[in-house]
T-cell receptor
Framework: KAGVTQTPRYLIKTRGQQVTLSCSPI?????VSWYQQTPGQGLQFLFE???????NKGNFPGRFSGRQFSNSRSEMNVSTLELGDSALYLCASSEREVDTQYFGPGTRLTVL | AQSVTQLGSHVSVSEGALVLLRCNYSSSVPPYLFWYVQYPNQGLQLLLK??????LVKGINGFEAEFKKSETSFHLTKPSAHMSDAAEYFC????????FGSGTKLNVKP
């Protein structure tokens, strides 16, 4: 099976812009989680979706949002970008909730 | 509340030496436990996991971990380090959602 794919791999934006990141889970996986990884804060949980419903949400401002489609593909959106949003954004998929997570390669977002 | 503590943000070993990366967790319910490895500019790769059953779990690349309930620990070991093991390692616990530790960067000296 193909692994988790994330697009784009690299992205450069300026402050105030918005960005949409995409994640395609492993075929048959219905759960998708998003994480932000920075050198200072480490891995931080953003949100988890299962069957198009947000199941869990991390402690991030409302500028961060996401959704999951009926084919389990997921997108996350960050509006009004700030310099501190520069990070590696990781997507992970699993067959069920509370199951082994398999990670994609990440999207490296740089905000100038 | 659930949490994961990885002792030592940086660990350095010589090639061929024992690798020991420490992980302690707190969980109000029996947890699932995981170790992941991350190479530079890549995602996390699953090394091994404990769900139920045998407490000594073997993973990829010669790594293993032992679940010790009395010590609430899940330390990762490898008998002989290889240069290719240099990476960042994350411990995670999942009682109802994933909680990751802060990571340990392993440096392997020639």
């Amino acid at each position: 099976k193909a692994g988790v794919t994330q697009t784009p791999r690299y992205l450069i934006k300026t402050r105030g812009q918005q960005v949409t990141l995409s994640c395609s889970p492993i075929s048959g996986h219905r759960s998708v989680s998003w994480y932000q990884q920075t050198p200072g804060q480490g891995l931080q949980f953003l949100f988890e979706y299962f069957s198009e419903t947000q199941r869990n949400k991390g402690n991030f401002p409302g500028r961060f949002s996401g959704r999951q489609f009926s084919n389990s593909r997921s997108e996350m959106n960050v509006s009004t970008l700030e310099l501190g949003d520069s990070a590696l954004y990781l997507c992970a998929s699993s067959e069920r909730e509370v199951d082994t997570q398999y990670f994609g390669p990440g999207t490296r977002l740089t905000v100038l | 509340a659930q949490s994961v503590t990885q002792l030592g943000s940086h660990v350095s070993v010589s090639e061929g030496a024992l690798v020991l990366l420490r992980c302690n967790y707190s969980s109000s319910v029996p947890p699932y436990l995981f170790w992941y490895v991350q190479y530079p500019n890549q995602g996390l790769q699953l090394l091994l996991k404990y769900t139920t059953g045998a407490t000594l779990v073997k993973g990829i690349n010669g790594f293993e971990a032992e679940f010790k309930k009395s010590e609430t620990s899940f330390h990762l070991t490898k008998p002989s380090a290889h240069m290719s093991d240099a990476a960042e390692y994350f411990c995670a616990v999942s009682p109802n959602k994933f909680y990751f530790g802060s990571g340990t960067k392993l440096n392997v000296k020639p």
